[in-house]
């Protein structure tokens, strides 16, 4: 598959945002994914954007695209204690998923 | 409920000795995927099914066998499982239609010794 980066450790203050960064190689993905793994859980998809938005936001979430440098991000705002868990940065083409490697991020009190 | 079931949830098996994995969906979806979960690795897709009896490699296939006998049902075989295939396995399921819409099953755990 496409590679997908992401770094892999984020620590935050909780009621300060969260931004997590990642980089596609695929063009051609049709959709871009977070999902988010809670301890001991499966995955469960966060938000997606299509392919020619910039900008999606969901409550807390907001996902930004650069096509131009294939960069995808997610911040969650006034991020939270049930906010810790390892997220993941996923594109898609043609039906099949490529992860990346998962960032794991920590909510400090 | 709309769900992706998997069994058994944590298997521990030795080399050699064949297991199956299942995966059913109550969807009616036509797209179905088996990935293994490492750690520092993310998640890679070992098979997907765009339907019935189609079937297709994802990226790291070797060791492991699958079906699509029918729609609601994907199983992962394991004919002599090493451990190297120690790890978490997800089955995944989405409509045709609707790629963005991909639901994940809880998991199986499994241990090769």
């Known amino acids: 598959g496409e590679d997908v980066e992401q770094s892999l450790f984020l620590s935050v203050r909780e009621g300060d945002s969260s931004v997590i960064n990642c980089t596609y190689t695929d063009s051609s993905s049709t959709y871009l994914y977070w999902y988010k793994q809670e301890p001991g859980a499966g995955l469960q998809l966060l938000t997606y954007?299509?392919?020619?938005?910039d900008m999606k936001q969901d409550q807390r979430l907001t996902v930004l695209l650069n096509k131009k440098d294939k960069h995808l991000s997610l911040r969650i705002a006034d991020t939270q204690t049930g906010d810790s868990a390892i997220y993941f940065c996923a594109d898609t083409n043609d039906y099949k998923l490529s992860f990346g490697a998962g960032t794991t991020v920590t909510v400090r009190a | 409920e709309a769900q992706v079931t998997q069994n058994p949830r944590y298997l521990i098996t030795v080399t050699g000795k064949k297991l199956t994995v299942t995966c059913s969906q109550n969807?009616?979806?036509?797209?179905m995927s088996w990935y293994r979960q490492d750690p520092g690795l993310g998640l890679r897709q070992i098979y997907y099914s765009m339907n019935v009896e189609v079937t297709d490699k994802g990226d790291v296939p070797e060791g492991y066998k699958v079906s699509r006998k029918e729609k609601r049902n994907f199983p992962l075989i394991l004919e002599s499982p090493s451990p190297n295939q120690t790890s978490l396995y997800f089955c995944?399921?989405?409509?045709?239609?609707?790629?963005?819409?991909?639901?994940f099953g809880p998991g199986t755990r499994l241990l090769v010794l």
């Open positions: 969807m009616n979806h036509e797209y």
């Open positions: 954007i299509f392919s020619n938005m």
């Open positions: 995944a399921s989405s409509p045709i239609a609707r790629q963005e819409t991909q639901y």
